[in-house]
């Protein structure tokens, strides 16, 4: 009896998923060694395709960047959503959430940060981009909470722009420093207990908050 072939993905699935792979090794690659320390036969030769491949997909360079940003900024969005369960709650208790996921978010996507780090420290048309695009529209979204919580002394009284600065740099830094963490204490800051404190620790911090409430 013949054996059967396997069958094959369809061209146009196949074409999605080399798309996503190119899209997920520019965006670690970008994340590693910022924007003029990439080539796109980097990003081929990392995603395993021909770089003729990229350049039909995305035609350049600073199109993959933008089109990674892009990705990376959706991710946030759905990750980062206070469940619809949530609606209703009191401020504090929704922000509280927000927090638990934005450090569970920075635990899981280091590159984030990496990545828009190394555009802040040259600046960029293309960080003015992102900054228009993403980043202003995301603090604004959050900013009403923040001076809620400031006005009602839940929250210390600080300048709202710049508790989100402290807040993002408070949440990112132990797992963009990973490695330093690791050789300077020992302590695996990707560890499910390490993750678990640092997001009590934050929420203890920012919102006077005891306890370890499931996210």
Request: aromatic residues 8%; neutral net charge; proline residues 6%.
């Amino acid at each position: 009896m013949p054996t059967e072939k396997p069958k094959r993905a369809p061209k146009q699935d196949r074409s999605v998923q080399t798309r996503q792979r190119i899209l997920d090794e520019a965006l670690r690659l970008f994340a590693a060694h910022g924007f003029e320390g990439v080539g796109i036969r980097d990003v081929s030769a990392a995603a395993g395709v021909n770089h003729g491949l990229i350049k039909y997909h995305f035609g350049d360079k600073d199109t993959l960047w933008r089109e990674s940003v892009q990705q990376l900024f959706e991710r946030a969005d759905r990750e980062l959503a206070v469940p619809a369960e949530m609606e209703g709650q009191p401020v504090e208790r929704q922000f509280e959430i927000f927090i638990r996921r934005y450090v569970r978010y920075c635990a899981a996507y280091p590159e984030h940060a990496r990545l828009m780090v190394q555009e802040s420290v040259r600046d960029s048309e293309r960080l003015a981009w992102a900054a228009k695009r993403f980043i202003a529209p995301e603090h604004g979204g959050v900013l009403p909470a923040i001076k809620s919580l400031i006005r009602r002394g839940i929250m210390p009284d600080v300048e709202p722009v710049l508790m989100i600065y402290m807040l993002s740099s408070a949440a990112q830094a132990p797992f963009m420093l990973a490695p330093e963490l690791k050789h300077t204490h020992g302590v695996d800051a990707l560890d499910e207990a390490s993750v678990q404190a640092h997001a009590d620790a934050m929420v203890a911090v920012f919102l006077g908050r005891r306890g370890t409430t499931s996210t």
